[in-house]
């Protein structure tokens, strides 16, 4: 069973919350996990906000119904995403979903700060997913055996010439750099965040000690 309060933190409305998960955890796949949940504060009239969470395989999109009685849900796997990002305006923010095929999806009026965290969420997800195929695809590669191509060689006149003035420099050896280990990926995403701006130097410190702190 999901826990609320976990999602509370950032005076996300309770009630929307509440009826959102209660959903949500029968649609949990095996070893999916929440990460984060935003829900929607329009300026004026707010009793039907919209929801966005963020899991480690996919974004949940949850939209009332008739007149709050029932509730659309939509995903999208992070295979399907080429990037998200966000943008603060004068009501909250937008956050944006850019997807590999078809239209972007805009969510409007997410307060700032929940749009800054469900960013930052949906990029590590999305950058951990990519960092899985680079590692995949890598893996695969190597598996694979190289085709060996056998030619019929042509004998070539012997030359008279002192063999030394046809010796060549022997080839060196070039350095092959070895895939970054998780510790140093997560360490440079969360620079990025800092050098960004997405997240405080506090946060910054903070996060850095965690993952330090698991070796």
């Given at each position: 069973?999901?826990?609320?309060?976990?999602?509370?933190?950032?005076?996300?409305?309770?009630?929307?919350?509440?009826?959102?998960?209660?959903?949500?955890?029968?649609?949990?796949?095996?070893?999916?996990?929440?990460?984060?949940?935003?829900?929607?504060?329009?300026?004026?009239?707010?009793?039907?906000?919209?929801?966005?969470?963020?899991?480690?395989?996919?974004?949940?999109?949850?939209?009332?119904?008739?007149?709050?009685?029932?509730?659309?849900?939509?995903?999208?796997s992070w295979k399907s995403v080429k990037e998200v990002s966000f943008k603060e305006e004068i009501f909250g923010s937008k956050f944006i979903c850019?997807?590999?095929?078809?239209?972007?999806?805009?969510?409007?009026?997410?307060?700032?700060?929940?749009?800054?965290?469900?960013?930052?969420?949906?990029?590590?997800?999305?950058?951990?997913?990519?960092?899985?195929?680079?590692?995949?695809?890598?893996?695969?590669?190597?598996?694979?055996?190289?085709?060996?191509?056998?030619?019929?060689?042509?004998?070539?006149?012997?030359?008279?010439?002192?063999?030394?003035?046809?010796?060549?420099?022997?080839?060196?050896?070039?350095?092959?750099?070895?895939?970054?280990?998780?510790?140093?990926?997560?360490?440079?995403?969360?620079?990025?965040?800092?050098?960004?701006?997405?997240?405080?130097?506090?946060?910054?410190?903070?996060?850095?000690?965690?993952?330090?702190?698991?070796?």
């Amino acid at each position: 069973m999901i826990l609320i309060d976990r999602f509370l933190s950032d005076e996300q409305d309770p009630k929307a919350v509440e009826k959102v998960l209660g959903k949500l955890n029968d649609m949990l796949t095996n070893n999916e996990e929440l990460i984060y949940m935003a829900v929607q504060k329009k300026p004026a009239v707010n009793l039907l906000p919209d929801c966005i969470a963020v899991s480690n395989k996919r974004i949940f999109y949850c939209e009332p119904g008739n007149f709050g009685i029932t509730m659309n849900f939509k995903d999208i796997s992070w295979k399907s995403v080429k990037e998200v990002s966000f943008k603060e305006e004068i009501f909250g923010s937008k956050f944006i979903c850019v997807p590999l095929h078809g239209e972007n999806i805009i969510t409007e009026y997410i307060p700032k700060v929940q749009a800054r965290k469900l960013y930052q969420a949906a990029y590590e997800q999305l950058e951990n997913f990519k960092e899985q195929q680079r590692q995949t695809e890598l893996e695969g590669r190597r598996s694979v055996p190289s085709p060996v191509t056998v030619n019929a060689v042509t004998p070539e006149p012997v030359s008279e010439e002192p063999a030394a003035l046809f010796s060549q420099p022997a080839a060196t050896p070039q350095h092959v750099e070895e895939p970054e280990d998780e510790t140093t990926l997560k360490l440079r995403k969360l620079k990025s965040l800092y050098d960004k701006h997405l997240i405080t130097q506090e946060e910054y410190e903070a996060k850095k000690a965690d993952i330090l702190d698991s070796l």
